[in-house]
């Protein structure tokens, strides 16, 4: 079987290297790819967010099942063309990844299906929207309505703060587009739980959860990025929570989008917290999370493009989807001055690192000598797998103690807070 991977990030190079377990996948092709993933598939240029230029691509060159991973093709409607050429997918139409492209769809979507998530209010207007944080509560949570690469959404403790969220988004236009409308909502608190699913529009099974870790510095300090690394499973997601979470939230999701006539086929995100009065949604993502994909795919013991293959054909109740009981750590090694402004093309040295762990690759490159070079905020993502949590972290810090690279950045603390929850749980 000939594959295209929709693509050119970390989370596309571990849904590469799962599938390529599949004996009967032959080629795999990545739009765009990168110079990690070229020793894994071929890569070719065309940007993900180019959907004529992957149309025209699938149509000079067929293939036989395409898996479209990042937000912004699946909102663009990229499925939706693959499909009118008669190509199989995993990932859900323009319709459905509104659950992510649009912060109110969502939120208005939980509002009218009683599905738990925090109060919260909508604005287009900037000047309503700065007149209602002068007498909100404290803290409150702006988010930028449309995709803003996981960074669109502000944790305000002042009101001078969510004044200037507001300003950034919705005046200095800051997320472009996506910020000219804003959801203003209570904060809520309790720990975040990510949990990715694999549903076909009737039955969701979901995966191992994860703990992201999104502030760019030590102790959930600095501003928010697109994650700095994660572990696997979350220790706050207990069965407990889990059982609430599918009769609560998973499977009330999917019928509400089968009842706004968008059903949902592929991979649902559901960022969590579990608060005081239970499990509430954070927010939804329509496809893989980056770097929760990660520490998922390598604890999926059942086969990924099988699984992928029948949540297409709506199958996925007779498919088994069966995890490991170990756990994975990733850590993210970054671009000094991420989230900020950066420098690419810094000359990477792996070290022993690819003898010590998986490395994804998020954001590398080719200089003209042949030199593997950062091109990207997120460089690399350095995972490990153990029996338990302690063995997995520390396998992935000494592989990341391997890479450098001039000016090289990365949280100590990935897993710790995590390990804490287990230690006094063992007490």
Same mark, same amino acid.
């Given at each position: ?14 849904i590469i290297k799962k ?30 967010t180019d959907i004529d ?64 998530t925090a109060a919260y ?26 995709? +803003?690469? &996981?960074?669109? =959404?502000? *944790?305000? #403790? ?7 969220? @507001?300003? !950034? ?7 472009? +587009?996506? &910020?000219?409308? =804003?959801? *203003?909502? #209570? ?7 990510? @949990?990715? !699913? ?230």
């Open positions: 079987m000939k594959i295209l991977v929709v693509g050119g990030g970390g989370r596309e190079h571990a599938l390529k377990q599949n004996p009967a996948v032959t080629q795999i092709v990545a739009l765009p790819g990168n110079a990690g993933i070229a020793a894994d598939a071929e890569c070719v240029p065309v940007r993900a230029g992957i149309v025209d691509y699938v149509r000079a060159n067929p293939v036989d099942f395409a898996v479209v991973a990042p937000d912004d093709p699946l909102a663009l409607g990229c499925v939706d063309r693959l499909h009118a050429l008669g190509v199989k997918c995993f990932g859900p139409d323009a319709k459905a990844a509104r659950i992510e492209a649009s912060k109110v769809f969502a939120k208005d979507l939980m509002k009218k299906y009683g599905i738990p209010e909508v604005f287009d207007d900037a000047e309503k929207a700065l007149e209602y944080v002068k007498n909100c509560p404290l803290p409150t949570v702006v988010k930028a309505d449309g995709l +803003a690469l &996981g960074k669109g =959404v502000t *944790i305000c #403790e002042t009101r001078e703060a969510a004044a200037a969220a @507001v300003k !950034a988004a919705m005046v200095d236009g800051a997320f472009g +587009a996506s &910020g000219s409308r =804003v959801v *203003i909502e #209570e904060f809520l608190q309790g720990p975040e739980v990510s @949990v990715l !699913a694999f549903t076909d529009g009737h039955v969701v099974k979901p995966m191992v959860s994860s703990m992201d870790h999104k502030r760019a510095g030590d102790g959930d300090t600095g501003l928010n990025t697109g994650g700095m690394g994660t572990i696997a499973p979350n220790p706050c997601y207990t069965p407990e929570v889990a059982a609430r979470c599918m009769q609560e939230i998973f499977l009330p999701t999917v019928a509400a989008m089968n009842a706004e006539g968008c059903p949902f086929k592929g991979c649902l995100y559901f960022g969590l917290m579990v608060t005081a009065d239970g499990p509430k949604v954070i927010e939804y993502n329509c496809r893989f999370g980056d770097p929760e994909t990660q520490v998922v795919l390598p604890l999926l013991n059942s086969d990924l493009l099988t699984v992928m293959r029948a949540v297409e054909d709506e199958t996925l109740a007779q498919t088994p989807v069966e995890f490991s009981d170990g756990a994975a750590c990733c850590v993210m090694l970054a671009s000094g001055g991420y989230p900020g402004k950066y420098e690419k093309g810094k000359v990477i040295d792996l070290g022993k690192a690819p003898e010590m762990a998986e490395l994804y690759h998020s954001g590398t490159g080719r200089d003209r000598e042949g030199n593997l070079v950062t091109a990207g905020g997120r460089v690399l993502g350095v995972c490990c797998t153990a029996d338990d949590l302690k063995t997995a972290i520390d396998r992935a810090y000494a592989a990341a103690a391997q890479v450098k690279w001039d000016g090289m950045m990365l949280r100590r603390d990935i897993g710790k807070r995590a390990l804490a929850i287990l230690n006094k749980g063992e007490e």
